[in-house]
């Protein structure tokens, strides 16, 4: 729905990232068009391909289409066929009109016209149907064009949003808990590219929680076609820490020593930004004071897009989009290790800038850790769950 030199790029962005999101199922095929774009279903699911394309960013809706020659008796045919299949929808009586379009001038019959000639054998056919002009419960759309028409009547709301990357590059902290890949959609959603840093710190940390990690982004990549993953080793920084006798101070040193390399591989990656799944007051590391002090650790603007939310509206979310059944899955987190008693929720940024400045190794460790860190590629259609939501029965609520 854009005019002017964007279109072109956001209709670009949306043919890519359909084309990757569709790359698991090859016979369907895709064509664009006057503002839209049509899939061909090929021998592909219409359910599964439905459930795939409503996850494209910038995407308003889709509607299953049914097509025909631009003749008049394939037109009527085709329509009350189009009924047919959608019978069981309006048992019991229903309201219905068509809205026939013609969009291709030469066509020898007015839209009026096109509208009686469908209109009457519908209503001949289907005792149930009645005719409401005003507000009808279905509306019969039938589209002639002069490579063919089409007739359709659902439209399914699609994610909407910004097609993806057309507002740039962003680097998100991507941990094992529900709310960072809320936070990935929520910024993808926006028209941002996203690529994940995850910080281990193995052996304290498990192989299994790093793979976790690896799960969470490939469902990331169901929605984004490819997500690219950072794995940083975090143990050394992780140890300076736990052995400074500061240990309410242990989170918010290392979420500045992670901004901190993350800062360094979005400098690297040419990203504009940091994400982080922060919400306000969740945890002691989310309070005002913690952000101030623990933010000010990173030059690039520090993006929190759930920050205002409520857990529940996250985990609602996190199911929609397919990630909450990896999430909370039992794998520590390195933060969750040597979480300390009574973590601060006032840090001071003088004491914290102070004991910093006393680690003389400490700028060295994070160029290492930038310099060992690891990049993988994680594609759509590589997940074990898929992006189904999960059921309602599962929900624990131990992660307050
Ligand atoms: P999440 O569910 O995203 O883990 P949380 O409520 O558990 O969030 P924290 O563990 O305090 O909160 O983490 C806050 C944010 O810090 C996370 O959302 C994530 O962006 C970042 N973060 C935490 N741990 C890691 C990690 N090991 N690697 C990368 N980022 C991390
Ligand atoms: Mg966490």
């Known amino acids: 729905m854009l005019k002017g030199k964007n279109r072109a790029r956001f209709e670009k962005t949306i043919i890519t990232q359909v084309r990757s999101l569709l790359k698991p199922y090859p016979s369907a095929s895709l064509r664009k068009e006057f503002g839209r774009l049509y899939v061909d279903l090929g021998n592909e699911s219409y359910t599964d391909l439905i459930q795939v394309l409503k996850r494209v960013f910038g995407v308003m809706s889709i509607s299953p289409v049914k097509v025909t020659p631009s003749e008049r008796d394939a037109i009527v045919e085709t329509s009350v066929a189009f009924m047919e299949e959608r019978k069981h929808e309006f048992e019991g009586g229903m309201t219905f009109k068509v809205n026939a379009r013609r969009v291709w001038k030469e066509f020898p019959h007015s839209s009026h016209e096109m509208n009686h000639m469908v209109g009457s054998p519908i209503l001949r056919t289907f005792q149930d149907l009645s005719v409401d002009v005003r507000e009808p419960d279905i509306e019969l759309r039938v589209e002639i064009r002069e490579q063919g028409t089409y007739i359709f009547n659902e439209v399914i709301p699609a994610v909407g949003g910004f097609p993806l990357g ?23 959603r926006r028209g941002l590219e996203v690529e994940c840093v995850h910080f281990y710190s193995y052996p304290f940390t498990s192989q299994r929680a790093k793979e976790k990690v690896i799960d ?39 979420r500045r020593s992670m901004l901190r390399i993350a800062t360094k591989l979005a400098e690297r990656e040419r990203a504009l930004a940091l994400i982080t799944g922060d919400s306000l007051g969740q945890v002691a590391s989310q309070t005002l004071p913690s952000m101030n002090v623990i933010g000010r650790a990173t030059d690039l603007p520090l993006l929190r897009p759930l920050v ?24 520590e987190d390195c933060c969750t290790l040597f979480v300390p008693k009574s973590p601060t929720t006032n840090p001071n940024l003088r004491i914290v800038d102070k004991i910093e400045a006393t680690m003389s190794h400490l700028t060295a460790w994070v160029d290492e850790a930038v310099a060992q860190t690891e990049t993988i590629v994680l594609h ?20 307050f």
């Not at 590059?169 to 990935?184: E, F, H, R, T, W």
């Not at 409520?310 to 999430?327: A, C, F, P, V």
């Not at 759509?380 to 992660?399: L, M, N, R, Y």
């Open 166 to 188: 057309t507002n740039g590059k962003a680097m998100l902290l991507l941990s094992g808990g529900i709310d960072s890949p809320v936070a990935a959609w929520s910024s993808m």
């Open 216 to 254: 969470l982004a490939r469902a990331l990549a169901d929605h984004a076609g490819t997500i690219k993953l950072h794995l940083v080793p975090f143990t050394e920084i992780q140890t300076a820490f736990t052995q400074l006798g500061q240990d309410n101070l242990i989170i918010t040193l290392m």
């Open 308 to 331: 205002m939310m409520d857990k529940q509206e996250i985990i609602t979310l996190s199911k929609q989009i397919g990630t909450y059944d990896i999430s909370i899955l039992p794998y």
């Open 380 to 399: 759509a259609g590589e997940s074990v769950t898929g992006a189904s939501s999960s059921d309602d029965s599962e929900i624990k609520e131990d992660w």
